[in-house]
């Protein structure tokens, strides 16, 4: 089964997993924003860190393949300017100082064009500063997913590849490969507590796995939601709090000035 569009819940993301953007907000001290900067957010959600780097910098430009997230972010935030783009096919006529990128890079399948459009649309000497999910992100949660879709006759749901997670040394590869020189690379564990003490991975399967149910029949839906919760609960729940088995990426890496010495 090949990848799906995902359509996005603006409510249930912002209610319940604003934990996405909060943990972004480490990420811009990486990107040291300069005032004389112009800066993209590649997968820039509902704005919120757009608009924290867009008080420090000349001008950004936030892109989101949702349409949901983009209009979201545009009522927020009315002084920047949004698109709606495709991280893997993305061209502006103004190349960039740098481009930022949260929690979205997994989400692109097609991550050699990505890679290639980041290249592309950045200055000599430009910096990318990117976190994504990394090898064996939310594996238990998504391996028990398949689990209970396989069991219930639903197999082509069960092998759909919804993300990109790969290890420091594939992407690191994959980034050289265009013309990147990677200069920080980290892999690591970042145990996610959800939100809801009741329902947190149902809700996350909800916000974030909801493709992977396509054409289940609506009476199994909230069966698997609420048997892959219950499976999970010796590896996920935590003093009586729910957590997400995440593993994250982080980059840093130069477009290097092909005429330096």
Not at 175 to 202: C, W, Y
């Amino acid at each position: 089964m090949d990848n799906a569009t995902t359509k996005w819940n603006t409510k249930l993301y912002n209610d319940k997993h604003s934990f996405v953007y909060n943990y972004g907000e480490e990420l811009i001290n990486l990107l040291d924003p300069k005032k004389n900067e112009r800066i993209l957010d590649l997968g820039c959600g509902s704005g919120q860190l757009t608009s924290k780097i867009n008080e420090l910098v000349k001008e950004i430009i936030g892109i989101d393949i949702s349409p949901e997230m983009i209009q979201d972010a545009k009522s927020k935030f009315k002084n920047i300017d949004f698109q709606v783009a495709d991280a893997s096919s993305f061209r502006f006529k103004e190349k960039f100082d740098a481009i930022f990128s949260n929690a979205t890079l997994h989400w692109v399948t097609n991550y050699k064009s990505a890679i290639k459009c980041m290249f592309e649309n950045l200055k000599s000497n430009g910096k990318i500063v990117l976190e994504f999910g990394g090898k064996g992100n939310v594996q238990t949660i998504v391996n028990q997913l398949r689990d209970s879709l396989a069991n219930r006759g639903y197999l082509e749901q069960s092998k759909l590849q919804l993300w990109y997670f790969p290890s420091i040394a594939e992407y690191s590869t994959e980034l050289e490969s265009v013309g990147f020189r990677v200069i920080m690379a980290q892999h690591f564990d970042r145990p996610t507590e959800l939100a809801d003490e009741n329902s947190g991975i149902k809700d996350w399967i909800s916000m974030f796995g909801e493709s992977f149910l396509k054409n289940v029949m609506p009476k199994h839906i909230e069966e698997i939601k609420n048997e892959v919760q219950e499976m999970i609960k010796s590896d996920c729940l935590k003093n009586g709090k729910w957590f997400a088995d995440y593993k994250r990426i982080r980059i840093i890496a130069i477009k290097e000035d092909k005429n330096a010495c």
